[in-house]
């Protein structure tokens, strides 16, 4: 299951204090009904309804399994990320980010890099 899956971004829990990420899936209405947004997909995305404080990093993950326009998820990382960023699953691209609201794209700077995979 794509949710169930995902290693790179977790954390859908409130921590007080640190940046604010956007927090959002545009799949599965019925098992994430809090985050769920069907615009959690476009680009420039700015639902501030849908956010949570964080220490460390904010997170946009894409996945690309076969179909044009994947689902998104966007929220924070458990880990500490660098601004920019980027990490190739086999099935999605995440890109990372450390300023308020930060994670508002589509990792686009990241299909421009040299590929490096992390499993």
Known sequence: M???????????????SGITCYTCVNVYPDLEPAIYDSECG????HNMDNTIDHLNSCATEIYFHGIED???????????RSE???????TSVACFCT?????????????NKTLTTEY
Not at 42 to 45: F, M, N
Not at 70 to 80: A, K
Not at 84 to 90: D, F, H, T
């Open 2 to 16: 794509l949710l169930a899956s995902t290693v790179v971004l977790m954390a859908f829990i409130q921590l007080g």
């Open 42 to 45: 476009v680009d420039d995305y």
């Open 70 to 80: 994947g689902p998104v998820m966007r929220g924070c990382s458990s880990e500490d």
């Open 84 to 90: 920019g960023e980027c990490i190739y699953l086999a």
């Open 99 to 111: 300023t308020d609201h930060c994670n508002s794209g589509l990792c686009d700077h990241c299909y």
